[in-house]
């Protein structure tokens, strides 16, 4: 458990600072109006490119530019240096991406872990309170203890140890 007394992020976010980031959020849809979505099977049987591969692409299209010849009419060098110009800006914009999905990812995690672990600890207090006949404790502790009561054991969701008596 976090230590109580160290909350690492204790702040919230402004109505408009929420706003800003939505809005900065359609700025860039409405930039890249050509995003495509998926399926997850489309996703499973497209070739996916990695740096070996993608040395191959360059190869291929640095000889179909240089040898226009032994291209054939129904491939288009164009449209394939089109992609590799798009795979790569949407490379280095997924990685910036990422980046800010991880800190946004990690906060919330944060933000979540100690909100619940202050959660146990006031449930704990609570269930002492009870113990020692503090009126309306027992209500208290009555309606938390229903957030575990499906609980199979997981160390997560598992109630605090109540003192004994």
Do not use: H, W
């Not at 996703?43 to 226009?68: M, Q, W």
């Not at 006031?122 to 002492?128: A, P």
């Amino acid at each position: 458990m976090s230590n109580l007394l160290n909350n690492r992020v204790n702040t919230t976010a402004t109505a408009a600072q929420l706003t800003a980031v939505k809005a900065a959020f359609q700025t860039i849809l409405t930039n890249l109006p050509f995003l495509v979505g998926l399926t997850a099977d489309e996703r499973k049987t497209l070739n996916a490119i990695d740096v070996n591969n993608k040395a191959f692409a360059e190869d291929a299209l640095s000889a179909a530019v240089n040898n226009p010849t032994l291209v054939p009419g129904y491939i288009s060098v164009p449209t394939m240096q089109n992609d590799l110009t798009l795979f790569a800006q949407m490379d280095e914009i997924s990685g910036l991406a990422n980046q800010l999905c991880e800190r946004i990812e990690d906060t919330k995690m944060l933000a979540g872990s100690e909100a619940y672990n202050t959660a146990l600890s006031l449930y704990k207090s609570f269930g002492t309170a009870a113990d020692a006949g503090v009126l309306g404790a027992d209500s208290i502790v009555d309606k938390l203890k229903t957030r575990f009561a499906a609980s199979k054991g997981n160390a997560v969701t598992t109630p605090p140890v109540m003192p004994t008596e």
